[in-house]
């Protein structure tokens, strides 16, 4: 089982900037394919962003498209999302998953979840 921890979540003002992090401290993330997921309070887990294990394929969800980026540092076995300009309905428990073949938004293909971090959004 890979152990994925998220870090970088908090209270942030509209319009700011925040950056997630996750991690597998026991294993390596370079042939699994990363998934950023969101749950917001009373509502259904929903697609962030897909990161594939190697290539330029990444790409986000139409409702934070051109706001927010999913990258990876293979080196630090790392993997990122940038959030720019967010908004109050952004306020959700962010999640890393990752899976081998699982590129793309459908959960379900996403084997390893992390604990997800809170980030909220208010002024």
């Known amino acids: 089982q890979v152990q994925l921890v998220e870090s970088g979540g908090g209270l942030v003002q509209p319009g700011n900037s925040l950056r997630l992090s996750c991690t597998a401290s026991?294993?390596?993330?370079?042939?699994?394919?990363m998934g950023w997921f969101r749950q917001a309070q009373g509502k259904e887990r929903e697609f962030v962003a897909t990161?594939?294990?190697?290539?330029?394929?990444?790409f986000s969800a139409d409702s934070v498209k051109g706001r927010f980026t999913g990258f990876r540092d293979s080196a630090k076995n790392m993997v990122y999302l940038q959030m720019n300009n967010l908004k109050p309905e952004d306020t959700a428990v962010y999640y890393c998953a990752a899976g081998i073949g699982a590129w793309g938004s459908d959960p379900s293909r996403y084997n390893h979840w992390g604990p997800g971090t809170q980030v909220t959004v208010s002024s």
């Open positions: 026991q294993d390596s993330l370079s042939a699994f394919d």
């Open positions: 990161i594939p294990w190697r290539g330029d394929d990444a």
